[in-house]
């Protein structure tokens, strides 16, 4: 949630961030519900500090005298009207905080100013592309591939989007989650096993409600609704939590099958693994002190990229520009590796930090040791790595004129052999 003092003291910053950032969001509403509520509060404050006195004035006064009679009955009429007035208050500050929902974080000075991807700007490229010879195809297209990863017969069992791995394609799997959860550890980063569904608070604390609910597949009696990544299940661990400032910065890692209903993709996207409802992913996520975020930002992509590096996979690093820049976040980054059977890049990870948006949302602060003052923590999260396009990567990129696709040095002892396929 944004920093209400800026709504307040700053409107024209958050006016241009919402511009910027292509949102609906009408802030002139959201001001109008936060100066009603605020004055409300003021009444009712009034009001019971009256009460206050006139409880007062009555303990000096002798029980059944005149004077003591008419501020009984000044008495039930302030507590009748400061009643319905608190009735009133409760009603401004839920429409107030429903409004105050839809803003959107404030992009950090240093994102690039555009209104679509194309204003995305390249921070950095690792590995040469490799040149595509006659044996390249896209990973859909090896005649092996339906062998190990059968959508067909996920799409009977399910629907679109959901297929099965099989054989050499699920050990792929769990060997590339083993190398990232393993890697992320020697990083630094504490294992967590997080539930995969999570309650209403929990998706509007990190910010998927309201601004992604279309995208979330959820259950109706319970209203659970199943991560679209672990980030969410794994930033709320802190909700409603003070920690100490010496206790920060804080990692944790985690593996979760991701759930996205992805509406409107259609078309290339979304051949082969390019795009899934199901998908496995380690997400990486930091709580750390407002005077660190930005280094702890450029940490984390370094954490993705290395991974990247040990796989063997030439890849690029966008800096995204405003309107490609999420609701949430103040900065991002995105990794995308090269799939040479597709001649195009494929997003892997995003890095991203939110500054006190999540934290404000989720009531996750720290202490300061010297001041004793407490503040919201600044959250930061990343895909360490997101799987199926790692794998399409793996398998374009890697596939042998003989037809097999080599297991890059750093894998093989998670998949336990060199090669996979014919």
Same mark, same amino acid.
């Given at each position: 949630m944004i920093d209400p003092r800026?709504?307040?003291? $700053? @409107?024209?910053l958050v006016r241009t961030a919402i511009r910027a950032k292509g949102s609906d969001c009408d802030l002139d509403?959201? &001001?109008?519900?936060?100066?009603?509520?605020r004055a409300k509060t003021a009444e009712v404050e009034r009001m019971r500090s009256q009460q206050k006195a006139a409880n007062t004035d009555m303990a000096k006064l002798p029980k059944g005298s005149p004077e003591f009679i008419a501020k009984v009955q000044e008495m039930k009429a302030v507590s009748a009207q400061l009643k319905t007035e608190e009735a009133a208050l409760k009603d401004l500050e839920a429409k107030w905080h429903a409004l105050a929902l839809t803003v959107p974080n404030v992009p950090h000075a240093s994102v690039p100013v555009?209104?679509? @991807?194309?204003?995305n700007v390249t921070h950095a490229t690792w590995g040469e592309l490799p040149a595509k010879a006659p044996h390249h195809r896209a990973h859909w297209e090896i005649p092996w591939f339906p062998q190990v990863i059968d959508f067909a017969r996920g799409s009977k069992v399910t629907g679109a989007g959901f297929p099965f791995y =099989? *054989?050499?394609? !699920?050990r792929l799997a769990r060997a590339l989650i083993q190398f990232f959860l393993e890697e992320a550890g020697q990083a630094g980063y504490v294992e967590v096993s997080p539930p995969i569904f999570v309650n209403q608070a929990s998706a509007t604390a990190t910010g998927q409600l309201p601004d992604k609910e279309g995208q979330m597949y959820q259950t109706v009696e319970d209203t659970l609704f199943a991560v679209p990544t672990a980030e969410v299940p794994l930033t709320n661990f802190f909700r409603d939590e003070i920690l100490e400032a010496a206790a920060l910065p804080v990692y944790r890692c985690a593996y979760t099958p991701c759930f996205r209903r992805e509406a409107g993709s259609y078309g290339k %996207?979304?051949?082969?693994? +390019?795009?899934?409802? $199901?998908? %496995? /992913? =380690?997400? &990486?996520?930091?709580?750390?002190?407002?005077? #660190?975020?930005?280094?702890?930002?450029? /940490?984390?992509r370094g954490d993705a990229e290395r991974l990247l590096q040990k796989l063997e996979l030439p890849?690029?690093?966008?800096?995204?520009?405003? *309107?490609? &820049? *999420?609701?949430? $976040? #103040? /900065? /991002?980054? %995105?990794?995308?590796?090269? !799939?040479v059977g597709q001649q195009r890049w494929l997003e892997v990870s995003s890095c991203s930090n939110f500054e006190a948006f999540q934290a404000r949302r989720a009531q996750i602060r720290y202490r300061d040791a010297a001041t004793n003052k407490v503040e919201p923590v600044h959250t930061l999260n990343g895909s360490g790595l997101a799987l199926p396009r790692v794998m399409?990567? &793996?398998?374009? +990129?890697?596939l042998q004129p003989d037809g097999r696709?080599?297991?890059?040095? !750093?894998?093989?002892?998670?998949? *336990?052999?060199?090669?996979?396929?014919a």
């Open positions: 800026l709504l307040r003291e $700053q @409107p024209d509403a959201v &001001l109008a519900a936060d100066a009603a509520w555009a209104p679509d @991807p194309s204003g =099989v *054989g050499d394609g !699920a %996207d979304v051949r082969g693994l +390019n795009r899934l409802h $199901q998908f %496995d /992913k =380690v997400e &990486l996520v930091k709580w750390v002190h407002p005077s #660190t975020s930005y280094d702890e930002l450029e /940490k984390l890849y690029r690093v966008l800096l995204m520009c405003t *309107g490609d &820049l *999420g609701f949430t $976040q #103040t /900065k /991002k980054y %995105d990794l995308e590796v090269w !799939a399409v990567a &793996l398998l374009e +990129n890697n696709v080599r297991i890059p040095a !750093a894998l093989r002892p998670w998949f *336990g052999k060199e090669f996979l396929g």
